[in-house]
């Protein structure tokens, strides 16, 4: 199966960790991973701050680079919302546009959904001996409905410990460009999220969006809780050689 | 007495940032609103055909507004049939002037009122103020609100923001003939209150009243409450006005059976509401009087996006569960509605002209929680993301964000702007200068790689 990697713009240029455990993922299960060097960022940033016409020439770019791929994997659940949910309304019906987001976004997965629905796995064979806790972030759980598929997969993994988060569907203050714009609030939201991470007792809080970690992980860090965050990719690509 | 929020001064992030400081404040919120939540989600889970129930509610709505027109003169038709005098008023000016005169018309001086967000929404009550006619709110709420010259902070529980004790003080300070030793427990305030109410009820000549809903087929209006003062309000006094948003007409009673069911249930978590009081033009020996408010709505059904909001039947299922809301409370929102539906339709009903009203679009994470539990399935973010893409931007974002549109434009500057960044890695200051600082004030950034995945990518895959 002819896989692109639609890494994010943010995964890109601060977490290119995981992509590289995307890479190994895949190909550990047999896919020809192909990262079209062409794409940039889905335009989410733009279209929720209100800058649609920049947003609507970054979904355009978007379905230019990955036309013609059996799949689309993106290891973010935002960025994939915001393909699957929102480019639809961003093209005038019939248009050309129109058309080609609709031949797009039929294929573009989120990860999880990717190795769940698509390849049948969910012991993915990986190996990570940790006491992990798993933050479903709004746009996987609301917006892609990704429900219990990214901890079926943290259940498989041999010597890891899930334990469940508190009130694991509150928001984590992120959002965006919120986190700039309202910052005491996505500060006290952020506060609170920490605080059920800490209940947990939990070494690593993984989740499926490496922009939520930012700031639940920048948060952590200036607690100094000593607690990690991990991207799902990098838990999923972790084995027992590789540690 | 009654406080205004017209021409509130600030933004959502600056009102928000003071009451995030106020631990009380945020307190009482989190308990009152955790605590509906749960009773929301326990009498919504008890019924199988919620989905069906609520797409019902948003089919009925939906045709309702495409129709606007029409069921409007089917209702004052019914209602001028039934013996009620129809008003139109375009906006607040004229809404507070068609009910200032209609109760100088009776020769009193005071009225007593159930509980109306859209005779806060024209804030009627200081116009009739202005006009020498005080008006009495009788909503055990809306009365704490009142008294305490403070402004509703939900829709629901308008006093949510106040603990018992602060009821308290209130009362002994601003309620006439209230026992000395009152106690902050509860049934002995709601005592307390009841006693001053019936005095009012008895005394009353004239009413003002809104509506959850209007039957367009009868000309019936219909209010839902929980504790009967609105009952009171609409069945004693010899004039009944009414004043209501054109938005919360139905076609026919088997449509209201639909909201019936959805409201209680989205709004106090409760199967059945406790009273459910409907009216029908005059009864014998009363006038009643019906003011039809525009206020902005036929604006807002003009936009094809936007027009949703107006599907909104106030329930506040939304605000119980926004987690912006549960830190900033409802007075950071500057509006009677505030809230996420605050937050779609108060920019929608007022304009963008005020930099509070412009904030509202943003006042949201975009975590969707709104959207899962609204009864009549308002998509909340997809209005806020459209409203952001009408509201004024500054002139630094734009700048900042035309940038970041141009590096995103083309893979190779994406891939230079990387470089530049890997580069200056070591020199990042842990406090970053202008807004970005609020990012670091209470966060530390990530550490910027040595290499992006797509250099990665490059070295590894092509070489």
């Not at chain 1, 009130?167 to 609170?192: R, W």
């Not at chain 2, 039934?82 to 004229?94: L, N, S, Y």
């Not at chain 2, 007593?112 to 116009?127: G, P, R, Y």
């Amino acid at each position: 199966m002819r896989v692109a990697l639609f890494i994010t713009c943010v995964n890109d240029t601060l977490f290119p960790g995981t992509g590289k455990a995307v890479v190994s993922l895949l190909r550990r299960l047999g896919c020809d991973v192909d990262f079209p060097a062409a794409q940039t960022c889905c335009g989410q940033m733009h279209v929720n701050t209100g800058y649609r016409t920049e947003g609507v020439r970054l979904a355009r770019h978007f379905t230019e680079v990955f036309a013609g791929y059996d799949a689309v994997v993106a290891p973010s659940g935002s960025c994939a919302a915001m393909v699957r949910e929102q480019y639809p309304k961003l093209a005038r019906p019939g248009s050309k546009g129109a058309a080609a987001i609709a031949e797009v976004v039929p294929k573009v997965y989120e990860l999880s959904e990717f190795l769940i629905d698509v390849l049948k796995v969910e012991d993915v064979g990986a190996y990570f001996p940790h006491r992990v806790t798993y933050h479903p972030t709004c746009h996987s759980l609301r917006g892609l409905r990704l429900g219990d598929r990214p901890t079926r997969l943290l259940q498989h993994v041999r010597g890891l410990e899930l334990v469940p988060l508190p009130e694991a569907e509150e928001c984590c203050g992120f959002g965006g460009t919120f986190a700039v714009k309202n910052p005491a609030v996505s500060a006290a939201m952020g506060a609170d999220k920490t605080r059920s991470i800490l209940d947990t007792g939990a070494e690593v809080l993984c989740a499926a969006d490496n922009s939520c970690l930012m700031h639940i992980g920048g948060t952590l860090s200036r607690q100094k809780t000593g607690v990690r965050t991990m991207h799902l990719a990098e838990i999923l690509a972790s084995t027992e050689e590789a540690q | 007495m009654s406080a205004t929020f017209l021409g509130m001064p600030g933004n959502f992030p600056k009102n928000a940032e003071k009451a995030v400081q106020n631990s009380q404040l945020r307190f009482n919120l989190r308990k009152a609103t955790h605590t509906i939540r749960g009773k929301r989600a326990s009498v919504v889970g008890e019924l199988p055909d919620w989905q069906e129930l609520r797409a019902a509610g948003k089919a009925i709505k939906d045709h309702t507004l495409r129709n606007l027109d029409r069921y409007l003169v089917q209702m004052e038709e019914a209602v001028t049939r039934a013996g009620g005098t129809v008003h139109w008023a375009r906006d607040a000016a004229e809404a507070n002037r068609i009910v200032a005169d209609l109760v100088k018309a009776t020769g009193e001086t005071e009225v007593v009122k159930v509980k109306s967000m859209a005779t806060q929404e024209i804030n009627l009550n200081d116009a009739l103020a202005a006009e020498g006619i005080t008006a009495y709110e009788t909503d055990l709420a809306e009365l704490i609100v009142q008294l305490g010259d403070d402004f509703p902070s939900h829709i629901l529980v308008p006093a949510i923001h106040r603990n018992r004790s602060e009821i308290r003080e209130i009362f002994l300070e601003k309620m006439p003939k209230v026992p000395d030793n009152l106690t902050d427990d509860p049934p002995a305030l709601a005592e307390a209150a009841r006693l001053h109410l019936r005095e009012r009820f008895l005394k009353s000549k004239v009413a003002i009243s809104g509506a959850n809903f209007m039957v367009a087929e009868t000309g019936t209006l219909v209010v839902l409450e929980s504790e009967g003062n609105g009952r009171m309000c609409l069945t004693l006094p010899r004039t009944l006005i009414s004043v209501v948003g054109i938005e919360k007409l139905l076609p026919s009673w088997r449509d209201l059976e639909v909201f019936l069911q959805l409201l209680p249930r989205s709004s106090t978590g409760e199967r059945m509401n406790p009273y459910t009081s409907m009216w029908t033009g005059a009864v014998e020996g009363q006038d009643f009087h019906l003011v039809l408010l525009d206020n902005g709505r036929t604006d807002v059904l003009a936009d094809e996006v936007g027009r949703q909001a107006l599907r909104c039947i106030r329930c506040s299922a939304c605000l119980n569960v926004c987690p912006v809301y549960e830190r900033a409370g409802g007075h950071a929102y500057g509006s009677v509605y505030p809230g996420p539906i605050g937050a779609i339709l108060t920019p929608q009903l007022r304009g963008m002209g005020s930099d509070l009203d412009a904030s509202l679009p943003y006042a949201s994470s975009l975590c969707g929680a709104c959207y899962e539990v609204c009864p009549v399935a308002i998509d909340i973010p997809e209005v806020l993301v459209d409203l952001r893409a009408k509201a004024p931007h500054a002139a630094a974002e734009r700048a900042g964000m035309k940038v970041a549109g141009w590096i995103f434009n083309d893979h190779t500057r994406l891939a230079k702007a990387q470089r530049v960044a890997t580069r200056l890695r070591k020199l990042v200051p842990k406090r970053l200068p202008g807004p970005l600082s609020a990012w670091t004030d209470t966060r530390d950034i990530p550490d910027i790689p040595e290499e992006s995945f797509r250099d990665w990518w490059e070295r590894n895959e092509r070489a």
